[in-house]
T-cell receptor, first 111, second 114 residues
Framework: GENVEQHPSTLSVQEGDSAVIKCTYS??????FPWYKQELGKGPQLIIDIRSNVGEKKDQRIAVTLNKTAKHFSLHITETQPEDSAVYFC??????????FGKGTTLSVSS | KAGVTQTPRYLIKTRGQQVTLSCSPISGHRSVSWYQQTPGQGLQFLFEYFSETQRNKGNFPGRFSGRQFSNSRSEMNVSTLELGDSALYLCASSLERVNTGELFFGEGSRLTVL
């Protein structure tokens, strides 16, 4: 079946540092690649997404890069701030019948 | 524009009971999907409803069921509750099918089974 792996599972950085989270998927038909952020006590919220015809997308301090050949995409957060502390999920979307999320990455930004 | 609303937010049940959770999607959204979130298994897809029909289903036993009404509101039901059903149940709505774009999540219903 489809497989989604997300690394690392936890990430601790100092405020101002960069953070990178990688998501690897197995479904070669995947064509939509979102990242969600979940803060404590809330539901996940889309922070950035990319479609398969684009290699990179940036929105202020966050960016997503896609390598379809290697079947992975990454979330990049620059100049991290304490409010970036949350759990981040990838959820590559293909034509399959089930949605599969990565296991999540807990990002801690200390000031 | 109102977001996705889930009720109740918290509930406690005992083994063997059944529970019904409700989800009101964003106005105009036709798809509602449900997820179980636990510390061990993460976010797992339960099912998707679109235009009152179940379109996709995750790998959960038949004790988990759902439905969608003509106004797109959805309910999910878990019968014969087990301790392992304790989890945060999230619903998400989207304009079209779940595999096409952004999901908007509610804040979840936290179920504790004793």
């Amino acid at each position: 079946g489809e497989n989604v792996e997300q690394h690392p599972s936890t990430l601790s950085v100092q405020e101002g540092d960069s953070a990178v989270i990688k998501c690897t998927y197995s479904d070669s038909a995947s064509n939509y690649f979102p990242w969600y952020k979940q803060e404590l006590g809330k539901g996940p919220q889309l922070i950035i997404d990319i479609r398969s015809n684009v290699g990179e997308k940036k929105d202020q301090r966050i960016a997503v890069t896609l390598n379809k050949t290697a079947k992975h995409f990454s979330l990049h957060i620059t100049e991290t701030q304490p409010e970036d502390s949350a759990v981040y999920f990838c959820a590559p979307r293909g034509t399959g019948t089930a949605l599969i999320f990565g296991k999540g990455t807990t990002l801690s930004v200390s000031s | 524009k109102a977001g996705v609303t889930q009720t109740p937010r918290y509930l406690i049940k005992t083994r063997g009971q059944q529970v019904t959770l409700s989800c009101s999607p964003i106005s105009g959204h036709r798809s509602v999907s449900w997820y179980q979130q636990t510390p061990g298994q993460g976010l797992q897809f339960l099912f998707e409803y679109f235009s009152e029909t179940q379109r996709n289903k995750g790998n959960f036993p038949g004790r988990f069921s759902g439905r969608q009404f003509s106004n797109s509101r959805s309910e999910m039901n878990v019968s014969t509750l087990e301790l392992g059903d304790s989890a945060l149940y999230l619903c998400a709505s989207s304009l079209e099918r779940v595999n096409t774009g952004e999901l908007f999540f509610g804040e979840g219903s936290r179920l504790t089974v004793l």
